[in-house]
């Protein structure tokens, strides 16, 4: 018994298998004999699944695998954010070494914790001296931490940041290629690194490059050698369960504890600890462009498979006449259904390698557009095993979507009364011309939405990129000086004096260079970059926060940029020479701070000079001395006109100094020649930075870029789909049609009537999808808000563009089909009927 229905059950299985090859045999000679649709289909299906698929690669390898430290999920950074609305800065990311040790030693939340800062260090090979990429002075623990094994050699233990210990580093496998040419034997070597003996210990795989750092030193408390004394970041790994909710009232509450001890200054007065994931400090709003892309493939995917399902669905009622004889000769519906579904899992097999094909091409080119610092050095954008499931998860969907409703819905009912008729009589078209409509509605609604996501990025785009700065940004270069120059000097008089004269001496000389119109200092190039105080004005209370953006400058600062002068005057030789306190201000903050007033004379104190931890001038007011005009600075997503005030940069010894210079050429040129200049002047003077201002702004334009470059090629795909599917359709349609159109034309119909007759038929569903697609988009666009700037989410501009689009999309696609029904020959069509 056992035996017998061993061999029953393979005789079915091997029937099974019997049948499946024959449907296949069978789908693949359907398919042949309409080879202009299929094409079609698996041009259409291939588009969706190989974008959806780079989407997917992107998304899944930004989010999930951006790094590859040990339990990086639970990695979390955080901050001190004022939470008043006056007075005080608005926060600090980096703590002192009795915070850290709090922290460290306090917390209930924590498995463990550590701490970094970046460093840039002088390296000395014994011929000349020359500066390495940034690096980092970490605590002992942290490669432990993070938990990847160096590539040779050992990583840095606990051992190493005892007092007294040999100084030792690690670096990078892209240090090691790029400045020692990947050279095995320097392992071990001692290395010359700010006039200390200093041993490599270790080289780490590619793909790593913890806080952006190239090389990393274990820090000490030891005076000679690296420390974080000074201050640094923070990052713990949270324990098993522990929600970020609870690492913030815990690290909340040693914080107070901590400003009860700490000197006045050091915390606003009212304050919290607002911590973040590590995932989230570093791809930061990419997420948002990640799952607008997300939604915008998705959206596409499904109008791929409305298209197919729509031609699998015409073709099908094509062909009810074969189906219906094929049932009286006794094949059965599930044999029917199983045959039609056979033929979408052809379609659908054949799309899918071809769109993994196009995936595999479209991943390098996307990769290659996504902004450099947008996503983590060690993040790896690729194909991997989740992608491809999610994939083959997509195409199996995408099977059922497009085979199986088509299949059911035409074998449904009693296939008896299509026997003696060709199917392609009036009565069948109006059968299933429903659904055949609202694949057709579904796939313009959803063209909508995408186009309408589209068209608001571009337009923001537009208004972006096409904005007034209130200067010219052209032939204006700038270099910044490494900020840790100046670290040997503790005294911050001495700090100020040789920093002050080092600025008079460059500005000199950059002034003296041939074709060099105007040279400046200030803390930062604009328009992007800027620091900001709150500020506070005699006799002026205010509730609300007056925060100011300021530029410490030099005297040429206004002539460089070519800001006017409104009233008032410039700064003066004399008045940076002797580090004057007056101010300079623009006339966004004379209207804002003294509207209807003479602000000239008026005084203004900026309350970051009196942090503790700077060196002042403390308590100072500057006398407003001049008006200039206005220049945009970065707001959110936009440019704005904020109120700013200018200072001479000899009041104050920040530790970071930019140079600006206006040129009569290419500004370029001059890159090679200032670094030239600089070492000429001081050979321990470095920059840390260089370029161009035109040229930071399209580095700066590159994020918004991305996101709008890819989301309107989706969008231009889909609508092409949307034509194909239409145009298709109504083909179908006029096919199915051609007795009712024969009859038409014998009783005098004129092939205008035909033209117009199927015209309106097609755009009777453009319109349907139209108002769907733009009920749906009023609610969904609002998660657009924070990416667009300068337009409203409903701005009409938009709205009509792309309806007029839409529109003529449409009518261009049921054009074709128009004429080729009004050129039926009525005696032709009836008979064949």
């Given at each position: 018994?056992?035996?017998?229905?061993?061999?029953?059950?393979?005789?079915?299985?091997?029937?099974?298998?019997?049948?499946?090859?024959?449907?296949?045999?069978?789908?693949?000679?359907?398919?042949?004999?309409?080879?202009?649709?299929?094409?079609?289909?698996?041009?259409?299906?291939?588009?969706?699944?190989?974008?959806?698929?780079?989407?997917?690669?992107?998304?899944?390898?930004?989010?999930?695998?951006?790094?590859?430290?040990?339990?990086?999920?639970?990695?979390?950074?955080?901050?001190?954010?004022?939470?008043?609305?006056?007075?005080?800065?608005?926060?600090?990311?980096?703590?002192?070494?009795?915070?850290?040790?709090?922290?460290?030693?306090?917390?209930?939340?924590?498995?463990?914790?550590?701490?970094?800062?970046?460093?840039?260090?002088?390296?000395?090979?014994g011929k000349y001296t020359r500066y390495l990429p940034l690096g980092a002075v970490v605590t002992a623990?942290?490669?432990?931490?993070?938990?990847?094994?160096?590539?040779?050699?050992?990583?840095?233990?606990?051992?190493?940041?005892?007092?007294?210990?040999?100084?030792?580093?690690?670096?990078?496998?892209?240090?090691?290629?790029?400045?020692?040419?990947?050279?095995?034997?320097?392992?071990?070597?001692?290395?010359?690194?700010?006039?200390?003996?200093?041993?490599?210990?270790?080289?780490?795989?590619?793909?790593?490059?913890?806080?952006?750092?190239?090389?990393?030193?274990?820090?000490?408390?030891?005076?000679?050698?690296?420390?974080?004394?000074?201050?640094?970041?923070?990052?713990?790994?949270?324990?098993?369960?522990?929600?970020?909710?609870?690492?913030?009232?815990?690290?909340?509450?040693?914080?107070?504890?901590?400003?009860?001890?700490?000197?006045?200054?050091?915390?606003?007065?009212?304050?919290?600890?607002?911590?973040?994931?590590?995932?989230?400090?570093?791809?930061?709003?990419?997420?948002?462009?990640?799952?607008?892309?997300?939604?915008?493939?998705?959206?596409?995917?499904?109008?791929?498979?409305?298209?197919?399902?729509?031609?699998?669905?015409?073709?099908?009622?094509?062909?009810?006449?074969?189906?219906?004889?094929?049932?009286?000769?006794?094949?059965?519906?599930?044999?029917?259904?199983?045959?039609?579904?056979?033929?979408?899992?052809?379609?659908?097999?054949?799309?899918?390698?071809?769109?993994?094909?196009?995936?595999?091409?479209?991943?390098?080119?996307?990769?290659?557009?996504?902004?450099?610092?947008?996503?983590?050095?060690?993040?790896?954008?690729?194909?991997?095993?989740?992608?491809?499931?999610?994939?083959?998860?997509?195409?199996?969907?995408?099977?059922?979507?497009?085979?199986?409703?088509?299949?059911?819905?035409?074998?449904?009912?009693?296939?008896?009364?299509?026997?003696?008729?060709?199917?392609?009589?009036?009565?069948?078209?109006?059968?299933?011309?429903?659904?055949?409509?609202?694949?057709?509605?579904?796939?313009?609604?959803?063209?909508?939405?995408?186009?309408?996501?589209?068209?608001?990025?571009?337009?923001?785009?537009?208004?972006?990129?096409?904005?007034?700065?209130?200067?010219?940004?052209?032939?204006?270069?700038?270099?910044?000086?490494?900020?840790?120059?100046?670290?040997?000097?503790?005294?911050?008089?001495?700090?100020?004096?040789?920093?002050?004269?080092?600025?008079?001496?460059?500005?000199?000389?950059?002034?003296?260079?041939?074709?060099?119109?105007?040279?400046?200092?200030?803390?930062?190039?604009?328009?992007?970059?800027?620091?900001?105080?709150?500020?506070?004005?005699?006799?002026?209370?205010?509730?609300?926060?007056?925060?100011?953006?300021?530029?410490?400058?030099?005297?040429?600062?206004?002539?460089?940029?070519?800001?006017?002068?409104?009233?008032?005057?410039?700064?003066?030789?004399?008045?940076?020479?002797?580090?004057?306190?007056?101010?300079?201000?623009?006339?966004?903050?004379?209207?804002?701070?003294?509207?209807?007033?003479?602000?000239?004379?008026?005084?203004?104190?900026?309350?970051?000079?009196?942090?503790?931890?700077?060196?002042?001038?403390?308590?100072?007011?500057?006398?407003?001395?001049?008006?200039?005009?206005?220049?945009?600075?970065?707001?959110?997503?936009?440019?704005?006109?904020?109120?700013?005030?200018?200072?001479?940069?000899?009041?104050?010894?920040?530790?970071?100094?930019?140079?600006?210079?206006?040129?009569?050429?290419?500004?370029?040129?001059?890159?090679?020649?200032?670094?030239?200049?600089?070492?000429?002047?001081?050979?321990?003077?470095?920059?840390?930075?260089?370029?161009?201002?035109?040229?930071?702004?399209?580095?700066?334009?590159?994020?918004?870029?991305?996101?709008?470059?890819?989301?309107?090629?989706?969008?231009?795909?889909?609508?092409?789909?949307?034509?194909?599917?239409?145009?298709?359709?109504?083909?179908?349609?006029?096919?199915?049609?051609?007795?009712?159109?024969?009859?038409?034309?014998?009783?005098?119909?004129?092939?205008?009537?035909?033209?117009?007759?199927?015209?309106?038929?097609?755009?009777?569903?453009?319109?349907?999808?139209?108002?769907?697609?733009?009920?749906?988009?009023?609610?969904?666009?609002?998660?657009?808000?924070?990416?667009?700037?300068?337009?409203?989410?409903?701005?009409?501009?938009t709205v009509f563009a792309v309806v007029g689009v839409v529109v003529l999309a449409g009518m261009g696609?049921?054009?074709?089909?128009?004429?080729?029904?009004a050129s039926v020959d009525p005696i032709f069509a009836l008979r064949h009927q």
């Amino acid at each position: 018994m056992a035996q017998d229905e061993k061999l029953t059950r393979q005789s079915q299985s091997a029937a099974l298998i019997d049948g499946l090859a024959r449907d296949f045999r069978y789908a693949l000679r359907s398919l042949s004999r309409d080879r202009h649709s299929s094409l079609i289909a698996i041009l259409a299906l291939a588009l969706g699944i190989g974008a959806s698929t780079v989407v997917f690669s992107v998304v899944y390898n930004a989010i999930f695998e951006p790094v590859p430290y040990k339990d990086f999920q639970r990695s979390v950074v955080f901050k001190i954010q004022n939470l008043a609305n006056a007075g005080g800065w608005k926060g600090r990311e980096y703590f002192f070494a009795n915070e850290a040790a709090a922290f460290h030693g306090q917390n209930h939340v924590f498995e463990e914790m550590i701490g970094y800062m970046g460093r840039r260090d002088a390296y000395n090979d014994g011929k000349y001296t020359r500066y390495l990429p940034l690096g980092a002075v970490v605590t002992a623990n942290t490669f432990d931490y993070l938990g990847i094994p160096p590539m040779l050699g050992r990583g840095i233990t606990t051992e190493d940041g005892k007092d007294g210990a040999p100084r030792v580093f690690v670096m990078n496998y892209r240090l090691w290629q790029t400045e020692f040419a990947g050279d095995p034997n320097i392992l071990g070597k001692v290395f010359i690194l700010d006039d200390r003996p200093t041993t490599l210990v270790g080289i780490m795989p590619l793909h790593f490059d913890a806080f952006g750092a190239n090389y990393w030193m274990p820090a000490t408390h030891d005076k000679a050698g690296p420390s974080l004394d000074g201050g640094g970041y923070l990052m713990g790994r949270l324990k098993p369960g522990v929600k970020l909710s609870a690492a913030a009232e815990d690290l909340d509450t040693i914080a107070h504890r901590l400003r009860a001890t700490s000197p006045s200054g050091t915390y606003p007065e009212k304050f919290a600890i607002v911590p973040q994931t590590y995932l989230d400090s570093l791809i930061g709003n990419f997420r948002n462009t990640l799952y607008a892309l997300l939604g915008a493939v998705i959206l596409l995917l499904l109008i791929a498979c409305s298209n197919v399902a729509n031609l699998l669905l015409a073709r099908a009622i094509s062909r009810e006449s074969e189906i219906s004889m094929r049932a009286a000769m006794g094949a059965s519906r599930g044999r029917l259904i199983r045959e039609l579904l056979m033929e979408g899992v052809v379609l659908a097999a054949v799309a899918s390698a071809a769109g993994c094909a196009l995936a595999l091409v479209g991943l390098k080119i996307v990769v290659a557009m996504i902004p450099g610092g947008t996503l983590p050095a060690e993040t790896v954008i690729r194909l991997n095993g989740p992608v491809l499931l999610l994939s083959l998860g997509a195409t199996i969907l995408t099977v059922l979507l497009c085979g199986l409703a088509p299949a059911l819905h035409v074998v449904r009912g009693d296939l008896q009364p299509h026997i003696g008729g060709s199917g392609k009589s009036t009565g069948v078209g109006r059968q299933h011309g429903r659904l055949r409509g609202a694949l057709v509605v579904s796939q313009v609604a959803f063209s909508i939405l995408l186009l309408i996501g589209a068209g608001l990025l571009m337009r923001s785009f537009l208004v972006l990129t096409r904005v007034g700065l209130g200067f010219n940004p052209k032939n204006l270069f700038y270099f910044r000086l490494d900020p840790t120059m100046y670290s040997q000097y503790p005294e911050y008089s001495e700090r100020r004096f040789r920093q002050n004269a080092l600025t008079r001496r460059l500005l000199d000389r950059l002034r003296a260079l041939p074709g060099v119109i105007s040279a400046s200092e200030s803390i930062q190039e604009p328009p992007l970059n800027y620091d900001w105080s709150d500020t506070i004005i005699p006799g002026r209370p205010h509730a609300d926060r007056w925060e100011t953006r300021f530029e410490i400058c030099s005297d040429g600062y206004f002539q460089t940029l070519g800001l006017s002068l409104l009233r008032g005057r410039f700064f003066s030789e004399d008045d940076v020479g002797t580090a004057r306190l007056v101010t300079v201000v623009n006339q966004a903050f004379a209207h804002q701070y003294f509207s209807g007033e003479d602000p000239l004379g008026q005084k203004v104190k900026l309350e970051i000079l009196d942090r503790p931890f700077l060196g002042g001038p403390h308590d100072a007011y500057f006398e407003v001395v001049g008006i200039v005009g206005d220049y945009k600075t970065r707001g959110d997503n936009s440019w704005q006109d904020f109120p700013e005030v200018f200072i001479p940069y000899s009041v104050q010894a920040f530790s970071w100094r930019t140079f600006m210079a206006r040129t009569s050429i290419d500004a370029n040129v001059f890159l090679k020649t200032v670094s030239q200049e600089v070492s000429a002047l001081d050979p321990n003077v470095r920059i840390a930075k260089s370029g161009t201002v035109e040229g930071e702004l399209q580095e700066y334009y590159r994020g918004p870029k991305f996101e709008r470059v890819t989301l309107a090629t989706f969008a231009f795909v889909g609508l092409v789909l949307v034509i194909i599917g239409i145009a298709s359709v109504m083909a179908y349609s006029v096919l199915l049609r051609a007795h009712e159109m024969g009859v038409r034309m014998a009783i005098g119909a004129q092939r205008s009537n035909i033209i117009r007759l199927v015209l309106f038929g097609g755009l009777r569903l453009v319109a349907v999808g139209i108002v769907m697609g733009l009920t749906v988009s009023l609610a969904l666009t609002r998660f657009l808000a924070s990416q667009i700037s300068g337009v409203s989410t409903s701005d009409p501009v938009t709205v009509f563009a792309v309806v007029g689009v839409v529109v003529l999309a449409g009518m261009g696609a049921c054009l074709f089909p128009a004429r080729r029904a009004a050129s039926v020959d009525p005696i032709f069509a009836l008979r064949h009927q």
